[in-house]
């Protein structure tokens, strides 16, 4: 389960070092692909990118290549080295809309987000709605 909050920067060749707590829960290839939104960039090990593929494929043909062609293209397979650094294209933290050098990783359970520090603040400071206040509520958190 990828849990937890670190901050860190990028490095002068566009690297972030993957914190040790989250590298003993990936395993094998790590992928990379910047969040629909805009906000960040997803990473997920293979097992999970792998469940994402198989869902992909079992779309109607139509459908399939629509998600493929829209996914596929903006994703990268990374390799961590021997710090746990990997690589993010300037190219992906532009579609994330990630400026600056100070960043935040975030274990999601099933996936980490890399964010700009300033956006994940601005997001984690904002009141989540009511609705959600009272799932969390009802599921005894």
């Given at each position: ?5 670190y ?14 707590k989250?590298?003993?829960?990936l ?47 903006d ?8 710090q746990?650094r ?10 994330a ?15 980490c987000?890399i ?18 206040e009272?799932?969390?509520a009802?599921m005894?958190?």
């Amino acid at each position: 389960m990828l849990l937890g909050t670190y901050q860190h920067s990028l490095d002068a060749k566009n690297r972030i070092i993957i914190p040790s707590k989250l590298m003993e829960e990936l395993s094998g290839r790590l992928y990379m692909y910047p969040a629909a939104a805009g906000t960040c960039i997803k990473l997920y090990d293979e097992a999970e990118w792998n469940k994402y593929c198989e869902m992909i494929e079992n779309l109607p043909p139509e459908k399939s290549y629509a998600v493929k062609s829209r996914i596929f293209p903006d994703s990268q397979q990374v390799s961590p080295d021997a710090q746990n650094r990997v690589p993010i294209p300037a190219a992906m933290l532009q579609k994330a809309g990630i400026e600056g050098k100070n960043l935040v990783t975030v274990g999601m359970g099933s996936c980490c987000e890399i964010w700009s520090q300033e956006k994940y603040e601005q997001k984690h400071a904002a009141a989540p709605s009511p609705e959600i206040e009272a799932f969390i509520a009802s599921m005894g958190f």
